[in-house]
């Protein structure tokens, strides 16, 4: 209900329909976001900072240099707009990373980036949205991310179990992310997804960036305002 009614007060198409892809196939591409000499100077500070010190292909904090600091990254207008919208104003960022898949790179397990809250027979609204920022194009040959849409509602294994992830995923549908440098993707964390194998001779790349609910933060706050309220006065001697 709180969704729908959100829905209809946004009053733009391109929001209007970013919620709902994400609620219901739980990601969204949002094309050209990014253009050529943004995502070369971004592809160019990562390659000044690899001479330095190597950068892993998968690494989840970057140092924090500009331009990846810089505000339209970790919170472009259009992106935090939809962000808000579906996560509600309460909210923490985690840091910028990148994911790299290399020439030669085989296809990841199938995984969740963040699991259920709760082992319910039902799944609640999405609490975490993953962010990716295409920085090269996102082919099936070179390594697109292959998402199972709709999965964000499936209930979970057993934790850790990825092989009977991967027999459950076996009998769904699933399709190959594949944008344009610029391009960005917003998906709920709890959708199964994984890097596809590289079979190009180039690498794919991409930055990371979280945003979740607050959820913890808010729990404690009102648990302590409950416990000062009921504790006993002392008396006054
Ligand atoms: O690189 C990708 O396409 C996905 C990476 C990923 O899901 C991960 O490393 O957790």
């Known amino acids: 209900m709180e969704e729908k009614q959100r829905l209809a007060r946004s009053g733009s198409a391109e929001l209007d329909t ?31 900072i690899d001479r330095v010190k190597p950068l892993k292909p998968h690494q989840p904090y970057l140092p924090l240099v500009s331009p990846l600091t810089d505000d339209d990254i970790a919170r472009h207008p259009r992106l935090l707009e939809i962000v808000r919208a579906a996560l509600g104003d309460d909210l923490m960022v985690g ?19 963040r699991r259920q809250l709760f082992d319910l027979p039902f799944a609640l609204p999405v609490y975490a949205i993953v ?8 082919t099936e040959e070179n390594g697109a991310t292959e998402l199972w849409p709709g999965s964000q509602w499936l209930p979970e294994d057993r934790a850790g179990d990825r092989a009977a992830t991967a027999r459950r995923a076996a009998a769904l549908p699933s399709c190959p992310l594949t944008m344009s440098a610029g ?55």
């Open 18 to 48: 970013a919620l709902i892809a994400l609620r219901d196939r739980g990601f969204v591409v949002i094309e050209s976001v990014f253009g050529r000499e943004r995502i070369a100077a971004v592809v160019q500070a990562l390659a000044d």
């Open 183 to 237: 391009d960005v993707c917003l998906r709920d964390a709890r959708l199964w997804h994984r890097a596809g194998a590289n079979r190009s001779d180039e690498p794919r790349s991409m930055l990371v960036v979280q945003y979740e609910r607050d959820l913890q933060q808010s729990k404690l706050v009102r648990f302590r305002e409950r416990k000062e309220r009921s504790r006993p006065q002392k008396p006054h001697s």
């Open 95 to 113: 840091p910028v990373g990148l994911h790299r898949q290399d020439p030669g790179d085989r296809e990841q397990s199938i995984h969740r980036d």
């Open 131 to 138: 962010i990716q920022i295409a920085l090269s194009d996102f």
